[in-house]
């Protein structure tokens, strides 16, 4: 239509122009607007443009004026040789514009591709690499819906838009392959327009792209499961080593105790088998807190702690510590500073008893003999302050936290004996009760701080039935 | 020998029936022991023990069930043995009839101190009412059940009608751990049964007004996570 005017407008100019141009002339400017013509819609237009000029020209501008009808023989060639050159010009620029569009339509598979690439690096989410590409191929193929099935350990299926697929099979299938197999598949539902080689072969490259992504992150998976269980495994050895360790020292004693008890070395009435007896007892104590300790330290590792929370009054518990911790306590001064108007604390009273006993223990035995261990505590905001200080040896300031590790042992290791779990079973408890264990170096030793929530679910502690008469 | 009490043992590790065995009959008790529970409930109607030791961990039983059983039909005390932090169980076997418990390992002086105490319940609940007029000693205090007068020395302790209620429960009761539930119910009413706070400041209340230490009570005593249990002189 636009050819049509530009024609009808060239020859209006043209043909004002007519007595000052010869006919030779106004073919060879006619040339122009023809290439143009081609170059804007065409081979197709280019050439039926060529002729409609041919037939201008002739109308137009050779005598006679306004007839087909065409008397110098020299107005002959001029015709047949302009309609060869328009042709052959039309053609030749026609090819290059058809080679244009399918370079620009290479040019932006080309781009797509290296977006769709670009966004699924790094992708570790096979969720997310799944999104990207339906949101892709839905976007480019801009079909009436799309369904994306991947498979693996946990199959999914993304579906755009999010509603019922159609009645009718998908117009495409696209497998999406990989070296280990097919890992899913897009399924194209498009019935408008139907879907060309070239975009089949677009997709299909979408398809492997993706397929390498999930793989990758399938891979990385695999890799950090390694990883992990690797590390445990090496956990595992620490645990059986140091574990074996503690059990025999105490298996140790009694095995001696015992059998010089069961044997003549011993005899009868001696002061000395008190003492082995006494030995046995005490050990066979030691060997229990230990298995005790492995035990927690499990139950805490599977998750499985769950404390059982009671309104609890934390003097009662800290007293029912200090009257067990009593023979061990002997060479210290224990200090407790609790102001009696301490609101009740939604705490499981045998694992709290557990953190201030691991506290305390670890008190005494880092402590030196004659020292005060003193328990604090005081309300501070929602939330109950803790503090068991000691007037023991500190701890370099970048193992603060990290006394808190399994099995781990500050310098002194060799001095003192434990599994190197009392402090992480603590950290355990009191993280279950939504609280927040740390340590710190104070002006004359070290000092374990806790906090847990004075709240139960935002709640707190129900009125007591009043009870005033007195007998 | 044929009057000497006699205790069922149901236990499945054969190291621990051994010691056992050994030990309660150097005690001077008769000992049958039973590795299952279906046995020992067949040797509890056959052999008519005076108490039942039961180990919550049994192979073909829940404790519990083994517990509800024996329930049906006798009174016999029953002291469950059961390892550490499985107080859940401990809680269910002694709220469905058990009388006493026991966390491996416990020393023997633990466990006679337990059978005593059971013997001593099973004999006053046969022995008609005469539990109820009986005063209850315990260091310097005396509880005097039937007149609810409780001295520190010689001097009356003023308690309020709730905390002599619970006093009252737990002397009568001495030596045995009484679950928080038992407590609660018997002191406060079925409805109050898991307001363990009114235990815990109540407790407080009581040690304060009777203990030389309210903070490391002597006769008041917690079992953590199970109840209380009130020590008083033998």
């Known amino acids: 239509m636009f050819a049509l005017m530009l024609i009808a407008s060239v020859t209006t100019v043209f043909f004002l122009l007519r007595d000052a141009l010869n006919t030779t002339l106004v073919a060879l400017l006619y040339l122009i607007p023809l290439g143009i013509i081609t170059a804007l819609w065409g081979l197709g ?398 002006a004359d030793g070290l000092a374990f701080n806790f906090t847990v929530p004075l709240t139960w679910d935002g709640a707190l502690p129900p009125p007591l039935p009043m009870d005033t008469e007195a007998e | 020998m044929s009057n000497a009490p006699h205790i069922l043992v149901i236990d499945d590790e054969p190291q621990i029936l051994r010691a056992m065995r050994t030990i309660l009959t150097e005690k001077q008790f008769r000992v049958t022991t039973a590795s299952r529970g279906e046995e020992g409930l067949t040797l509890a109607a056959t052999t008519e023990p005076d108490i039942i030791i039961l180990d919550l961990g049994l192979p073909d039983m829940e404790g519990v069930e083994v517990c509800t059983r024996l329930r049906e039909w006798t009174q016999t005390p029953i002291i469950i043995l059961s390892v550490r932090d499985s107080e859940r169980d401990k809680v269910a076997a002694l709220d469905t009839g058990a009388d006493d418990y026991l966390t491996k390992p416990f020393s023997i002086e633990e466990l006679l101190a337990r059978v005593r105490v059971a013997l001593r319940h099973s004999a006053n609940r046969k022995g008609a009412q005469g539990a109820q007029s009986k005063v209850v000693k315990a260091g310097p205090i005396t509880i005097d059940l039937a007149w609810h007068i409780v001295k520190r020395g010689e001097e009356e302790v003023k308690l309020t009608g709730t905390e002599h209620k619970l006093l009252a429960y737990l002397a009568a009761n001495h030596g045995r751990v009484l679950t928080h539930q038992s407590i609660l119910t018997h002191v406060w009413g079925q409805e109050d049964a898991d307001h363990t706070e009114y235990l815990r400041v109540y407790m407080r209340q009581l040690r304060k007004k009777l203990e030389a230490d309210p903070e490391r009570p002597q006769f008041i005593l917690t079992e953590p996570g199970i109840g209380y249990r009130f020590i008083a002189d033998e």
């Not at chain 1, 949101?135 to 799309?146: D, F, G, K, R, T």
């Not at chain 1, 999930?214 to 574990?243: G, N, P, Q, Y």
């Not at chain 1, 709290?352 to 005060?372: C, G, R």
């Not at chain 1, 279950?432 to 710190?440: L, V």
């Open chain 1, 45 to 442: 237009p280019g050439i039926t443009s060529a002729f409609i000029t041919f037939l201008t020209l002739n109308y137009f501008f050779i005598k006679p004026y306004y007839t087909f009808t065409v008397h110098q023989p020299a107005d002959i060639v001029i015709l047949v040789v302009f309609l060869m050159v328009a042709v052959v010009i039309g053609q030749l620029v026609g090819r290059a514009q058809a080679g244009l569009a399918a370079a620009t339509a290479r040019e932006r598979e080309a781009t797509q591709l290296y977006e769709l690439s670009t966004a699924l690096t790094g992708l570790q989410d096979e969720h997310a690499i799944g999104r990207i590409l339906a949101n892709q191929v839905h976007a480019l193929a801009e079909s009436e819906y799309l369904e994306l099935y991947i498979t693996g350990i946990e199959p999914f299926v993304y579906q755009l838009p999010e509603r019922n697929p159609p009645e009718r099979p998908p117009e495409l299938i696209v497998p999406i392959e990989a070296a280990r197999g097919v890992l899913g598949e897009i399924r194209l539902w498009r019935a408008e327009q139907a879907i060309s080689l070239r975009e089949q072969r677009l997709f299909q490259t979408f398809a492997s792209q993706s397929a390498l992504a999930l793989e990758r992150a399938w891979l990385a998976r695999a890799e950090s499961r390694a990883r992990v269980l690797e590390e445990s495994d090496r956990l595992k050895t620490a645990i059986l080593s140091s574990v074996s360790h503690e059990l025999r020292t105490p298996l140790s004693t009694i095995k001696a105790a015992a059998s010089s008890l069961r044997g003549k070395e011993v005899s009868w009435d001696s002061p000395a088998r008190v003492d082995l007896v006494a030995a046995i007892d005490d050990e066979a104590d030691h060997l229990n807190m230990l298995v005790g300790n492995l035990l927690d330290m499990s139950r805490i590792e599977s998750g499985a702690l769950n404390p059982k929370r009671e309104w609890n009054i934390l003097p009662e518990i800290i007293g029912s510590v200090l009257a067990r911790m009593k023979r061990l306590a002997v060479d210290h001064k224990l200090e407790v500073d609790v102001p009696e108007s301490l609101p009740l604390i939604p705490v499981d009273y045998v694992q709290m008893e557990q953190v201030f006993t691991n506290l305390i223990s670890n008190s005494l035995k880092y402590a030196p003999a004659d020292t005060v261990v003193c328990i604090r505590a005081r309300v501070e905001g929602e939330s109950v302050h803790v503090q068991v200080s000691n007037q023991g040896p500190q701890v370099p300031q970048e193992d603060l936290e990290r006394i808190f590790d399994k099995f781990y042992r500050t310098t002194a290791a060799d001095r003192v004996t434990g599994t190197g779990l009392g402090l992480s079973i603590c950290r355990g408890i009191i993280e279950a009760h939504d609280g927040h264990i740390w340590a710190e170096n104070v």
